[in-house]
């Protein structure tokens, strides 16, 4: 059963042009409605997803940092008389660097917050101008200074691959955060996601995204530049120091269960998909209405739990036990995946096997979605 939480606060100040995440702006938020609605909701999937105590939370937005201190900790007080805390729980909270949101730092450390993730995504101001972030540069390090007195464990994301970004430039920028001392980084390629301000801009001629080979040639800098800083890629866009990896983006990667909650929430429970309710007035009205958030849930079929296991393990540096798999859902291996498909890409360097492990390799990592067109089996992709 699931052994992660998932806990999504839809609201955010400004909606980001780059952004595809369930984020709404609202003038007021009602505090005590959204208690008593996440509250009813986690409660309510507990009684399908209990268990195990929990090996990690997760408060994932929006801008969850946005939530009363208060908020976080009624919520995780109730998580844990539901389903128990593992000993060692991570659990993180997604903030933005600014400095109304670092002066709550304190509290939500004290609400029992662990791990921080900072939503950096620049150390230019220019560039975190263009890409519609509220914060600064100098603001987002100071944020990033207070982060690190009051938590453990902190991560910051950066985006590069921006339009006309040289080598020296990413280069530059990606040598200063090394600099700060933390387990984990995120490092993004900018992405152009349908139904951003981005993908409208880019429709309009307003900017041409960096092409295929420059965007290329930033990544191989990137895993060059962290592999130096004992920060290898644990997985395609996720930098950690030995075991300072994300054990809840783990957990999704490794195709375990983990429960959702709150709108737009997805979960993965005993083969099981659920989603909640996007929008947030939606959710509201279905928790007052039903007790809980969701408004789907269907039985995920073999093939499909299968062809989600091999698209989400393939992603880790690790890499995959086809064996484990053969056992976990009754299929031989030859159903998983294409023999020959494997050995062609093992023979041209993408991909790597060790016995019952296979994994793409660091030269298959920038074309990881065409790897994986050629190598999962038909039956997969189809379900």
Known sequence: MARALYIHWPFCAKKCPYCDFNSHIRDQVDIAAWEIALLNDMQAEALVAGGEPLSSIFFGGGTPSLMPPRLVARLLDEAQKLWGFAGDIEITLEANPSSVEAANFADL???GINRVSLGVQSLDDTVLQWLGRLHGAQEALNA???AQKHFGRVSF???YALPDQTPGEWGD???????FGTS???LYQLTIEPGTRFATDVRRGVFEPLDNDAAAELFNLTQGMTEAADMPAYETSNHAKPGEESRHNLTYWRYQDYAGIGPGAHGRRGGFATIRHKKPENFLSAVSDRGHGISEQRTLSVNEQASEALLMGLRLREGID??????RFGMPRNA???EEKLAHLKRIGLMWDDAALIGVSALGRPVLDAVLGELVADDLVQA
């Open 109 to 111: 450390a004290s609400a």
């Open 336 to 338: 998983l995946i294409k």
């Open 184 to 186: 984990h980084l995120s």
């Open 157 to 159: 994301d950066l985006i």
């Open 173 to 179: 920028q990606l040598a200063r955060a090394l600099s």
């Open 322 to 327: 086809l064996s484990a798999l053969e056992t």
């Open 144 to 146: 990033l200074e207070v």
